[in-house]
């Protein structure tokens, strides 16, 4: 299967730990995003990236929250210090260079973070 | 105003009805539109994409407006496999937004 790969599917952290969330792209995929879904909303916008580069962070909070795309390896959400309003689906999605046409993304199963 | 507004249901509908989801975008510059579907506890998929000129999926058609900043999706002859959440998505450039969605409900 050569879609979108996220893993962990499940993560269960206690408040104050690190959650880190990996996101492999579909082959020849070089853009990546990442939403966050709380229980009953909607998806929300957090982070575009290329290969080393974050091109549009507008979406994610100012503190504890960082991603990265590094030039080998998966895409990684990582959440430092984390609090119960963590708990989310977070989904990560990716797009061929051609996505400015197109705007399709394909995303992956999701990770569900359960904050205790 | 929010970037992308959807109307969130639930729509409960019978098995065989029509349904129509409608959906506003803020921002003009908005350059392509899309219907994404979501079922309970998945992660959204494609559905549709969406034209000016219209266009049309078998049992689905959909609806761009622009001069509205209006957007619609019609489903004809529901079945109850179609019970999920149906996402109205703007692709502005560097940014896809996702509207918070409609749930349908196609009762038997």
């Known amino acids: 299967n050569a879609g979108v790969m996220q893993n962990p599917r499940h993560l269960v952290r206690r408040r104050g730990q690190e959650a880190r969330l990996r996101c492999s792209p579909m082959?020849?995929?070089?853009?990546v995003y990442w939403y966050r879904q709380l229980p009953e909303e909607g998806l929300k916008f957090m982070v575009y990236?290329?290969?080393?580069?974050?091109?549009?962070e507008s979406g994610m909070p100012k503190e504890r929250f960082s991603a990265e795309f590094p030039k080998e390896g998966p895409s990684i959400l990582r959440i430092q210090q984390v609090v119960r309003g963590d708990s989310a689906a977070y989904f990560c999605?990716?797009?061929?260079?051609?996505?400015?046409?197109?705007?399709?993304?394909?995303f992956g199963e999701g990770s569900r973070l359960t904050v205790l | 105003r929010k970037e992308v507004e959807q109307d969130p249901g639930p729509f409960n509908v019978p098995e065989g009805a029509t349904v129509a989801f409608n959906c506003t975008y803020s921002?003009?510059?908005?350059?392509?539109f899309f219907w994404y579907r979501q079922d309970c506890r998945k992660e959204p998929k494609l559905l549709m994409s969406?034209?000016?000129s219209g266009n049309e999926d078998g049992r689905f058609t959909a609806q761009l407006n622009r001069a509205s900043q209006y957007i619609s999706l019609l489903i004809r002859d529901s079945k109850l496999s179609d019970s999920a959440t149906y996402l109205c998505?703007?692709?502005?450039?560097?940014?896809?937004?996702f509207g918070k969605g409609t749930r349908l409900h196609i009762l038997p």
């Open positions: 999605a990716s797009s061929p260079p051609a996505r400015r046409v197109t705007g399709e993304l394909f």
């Open positions: 082959k020849g995929h070089s853009h």
């Open positions: 990236l290329q290969k080393e580069n974050i091109i549009d």
């Open positions: 921002n003009s510059a908005s350059q392509s």
């Open positions: 969406v034209y000016s």
């Open positions: 998505v703007v692709n502005l450039g560097d940014k896809i937004i």
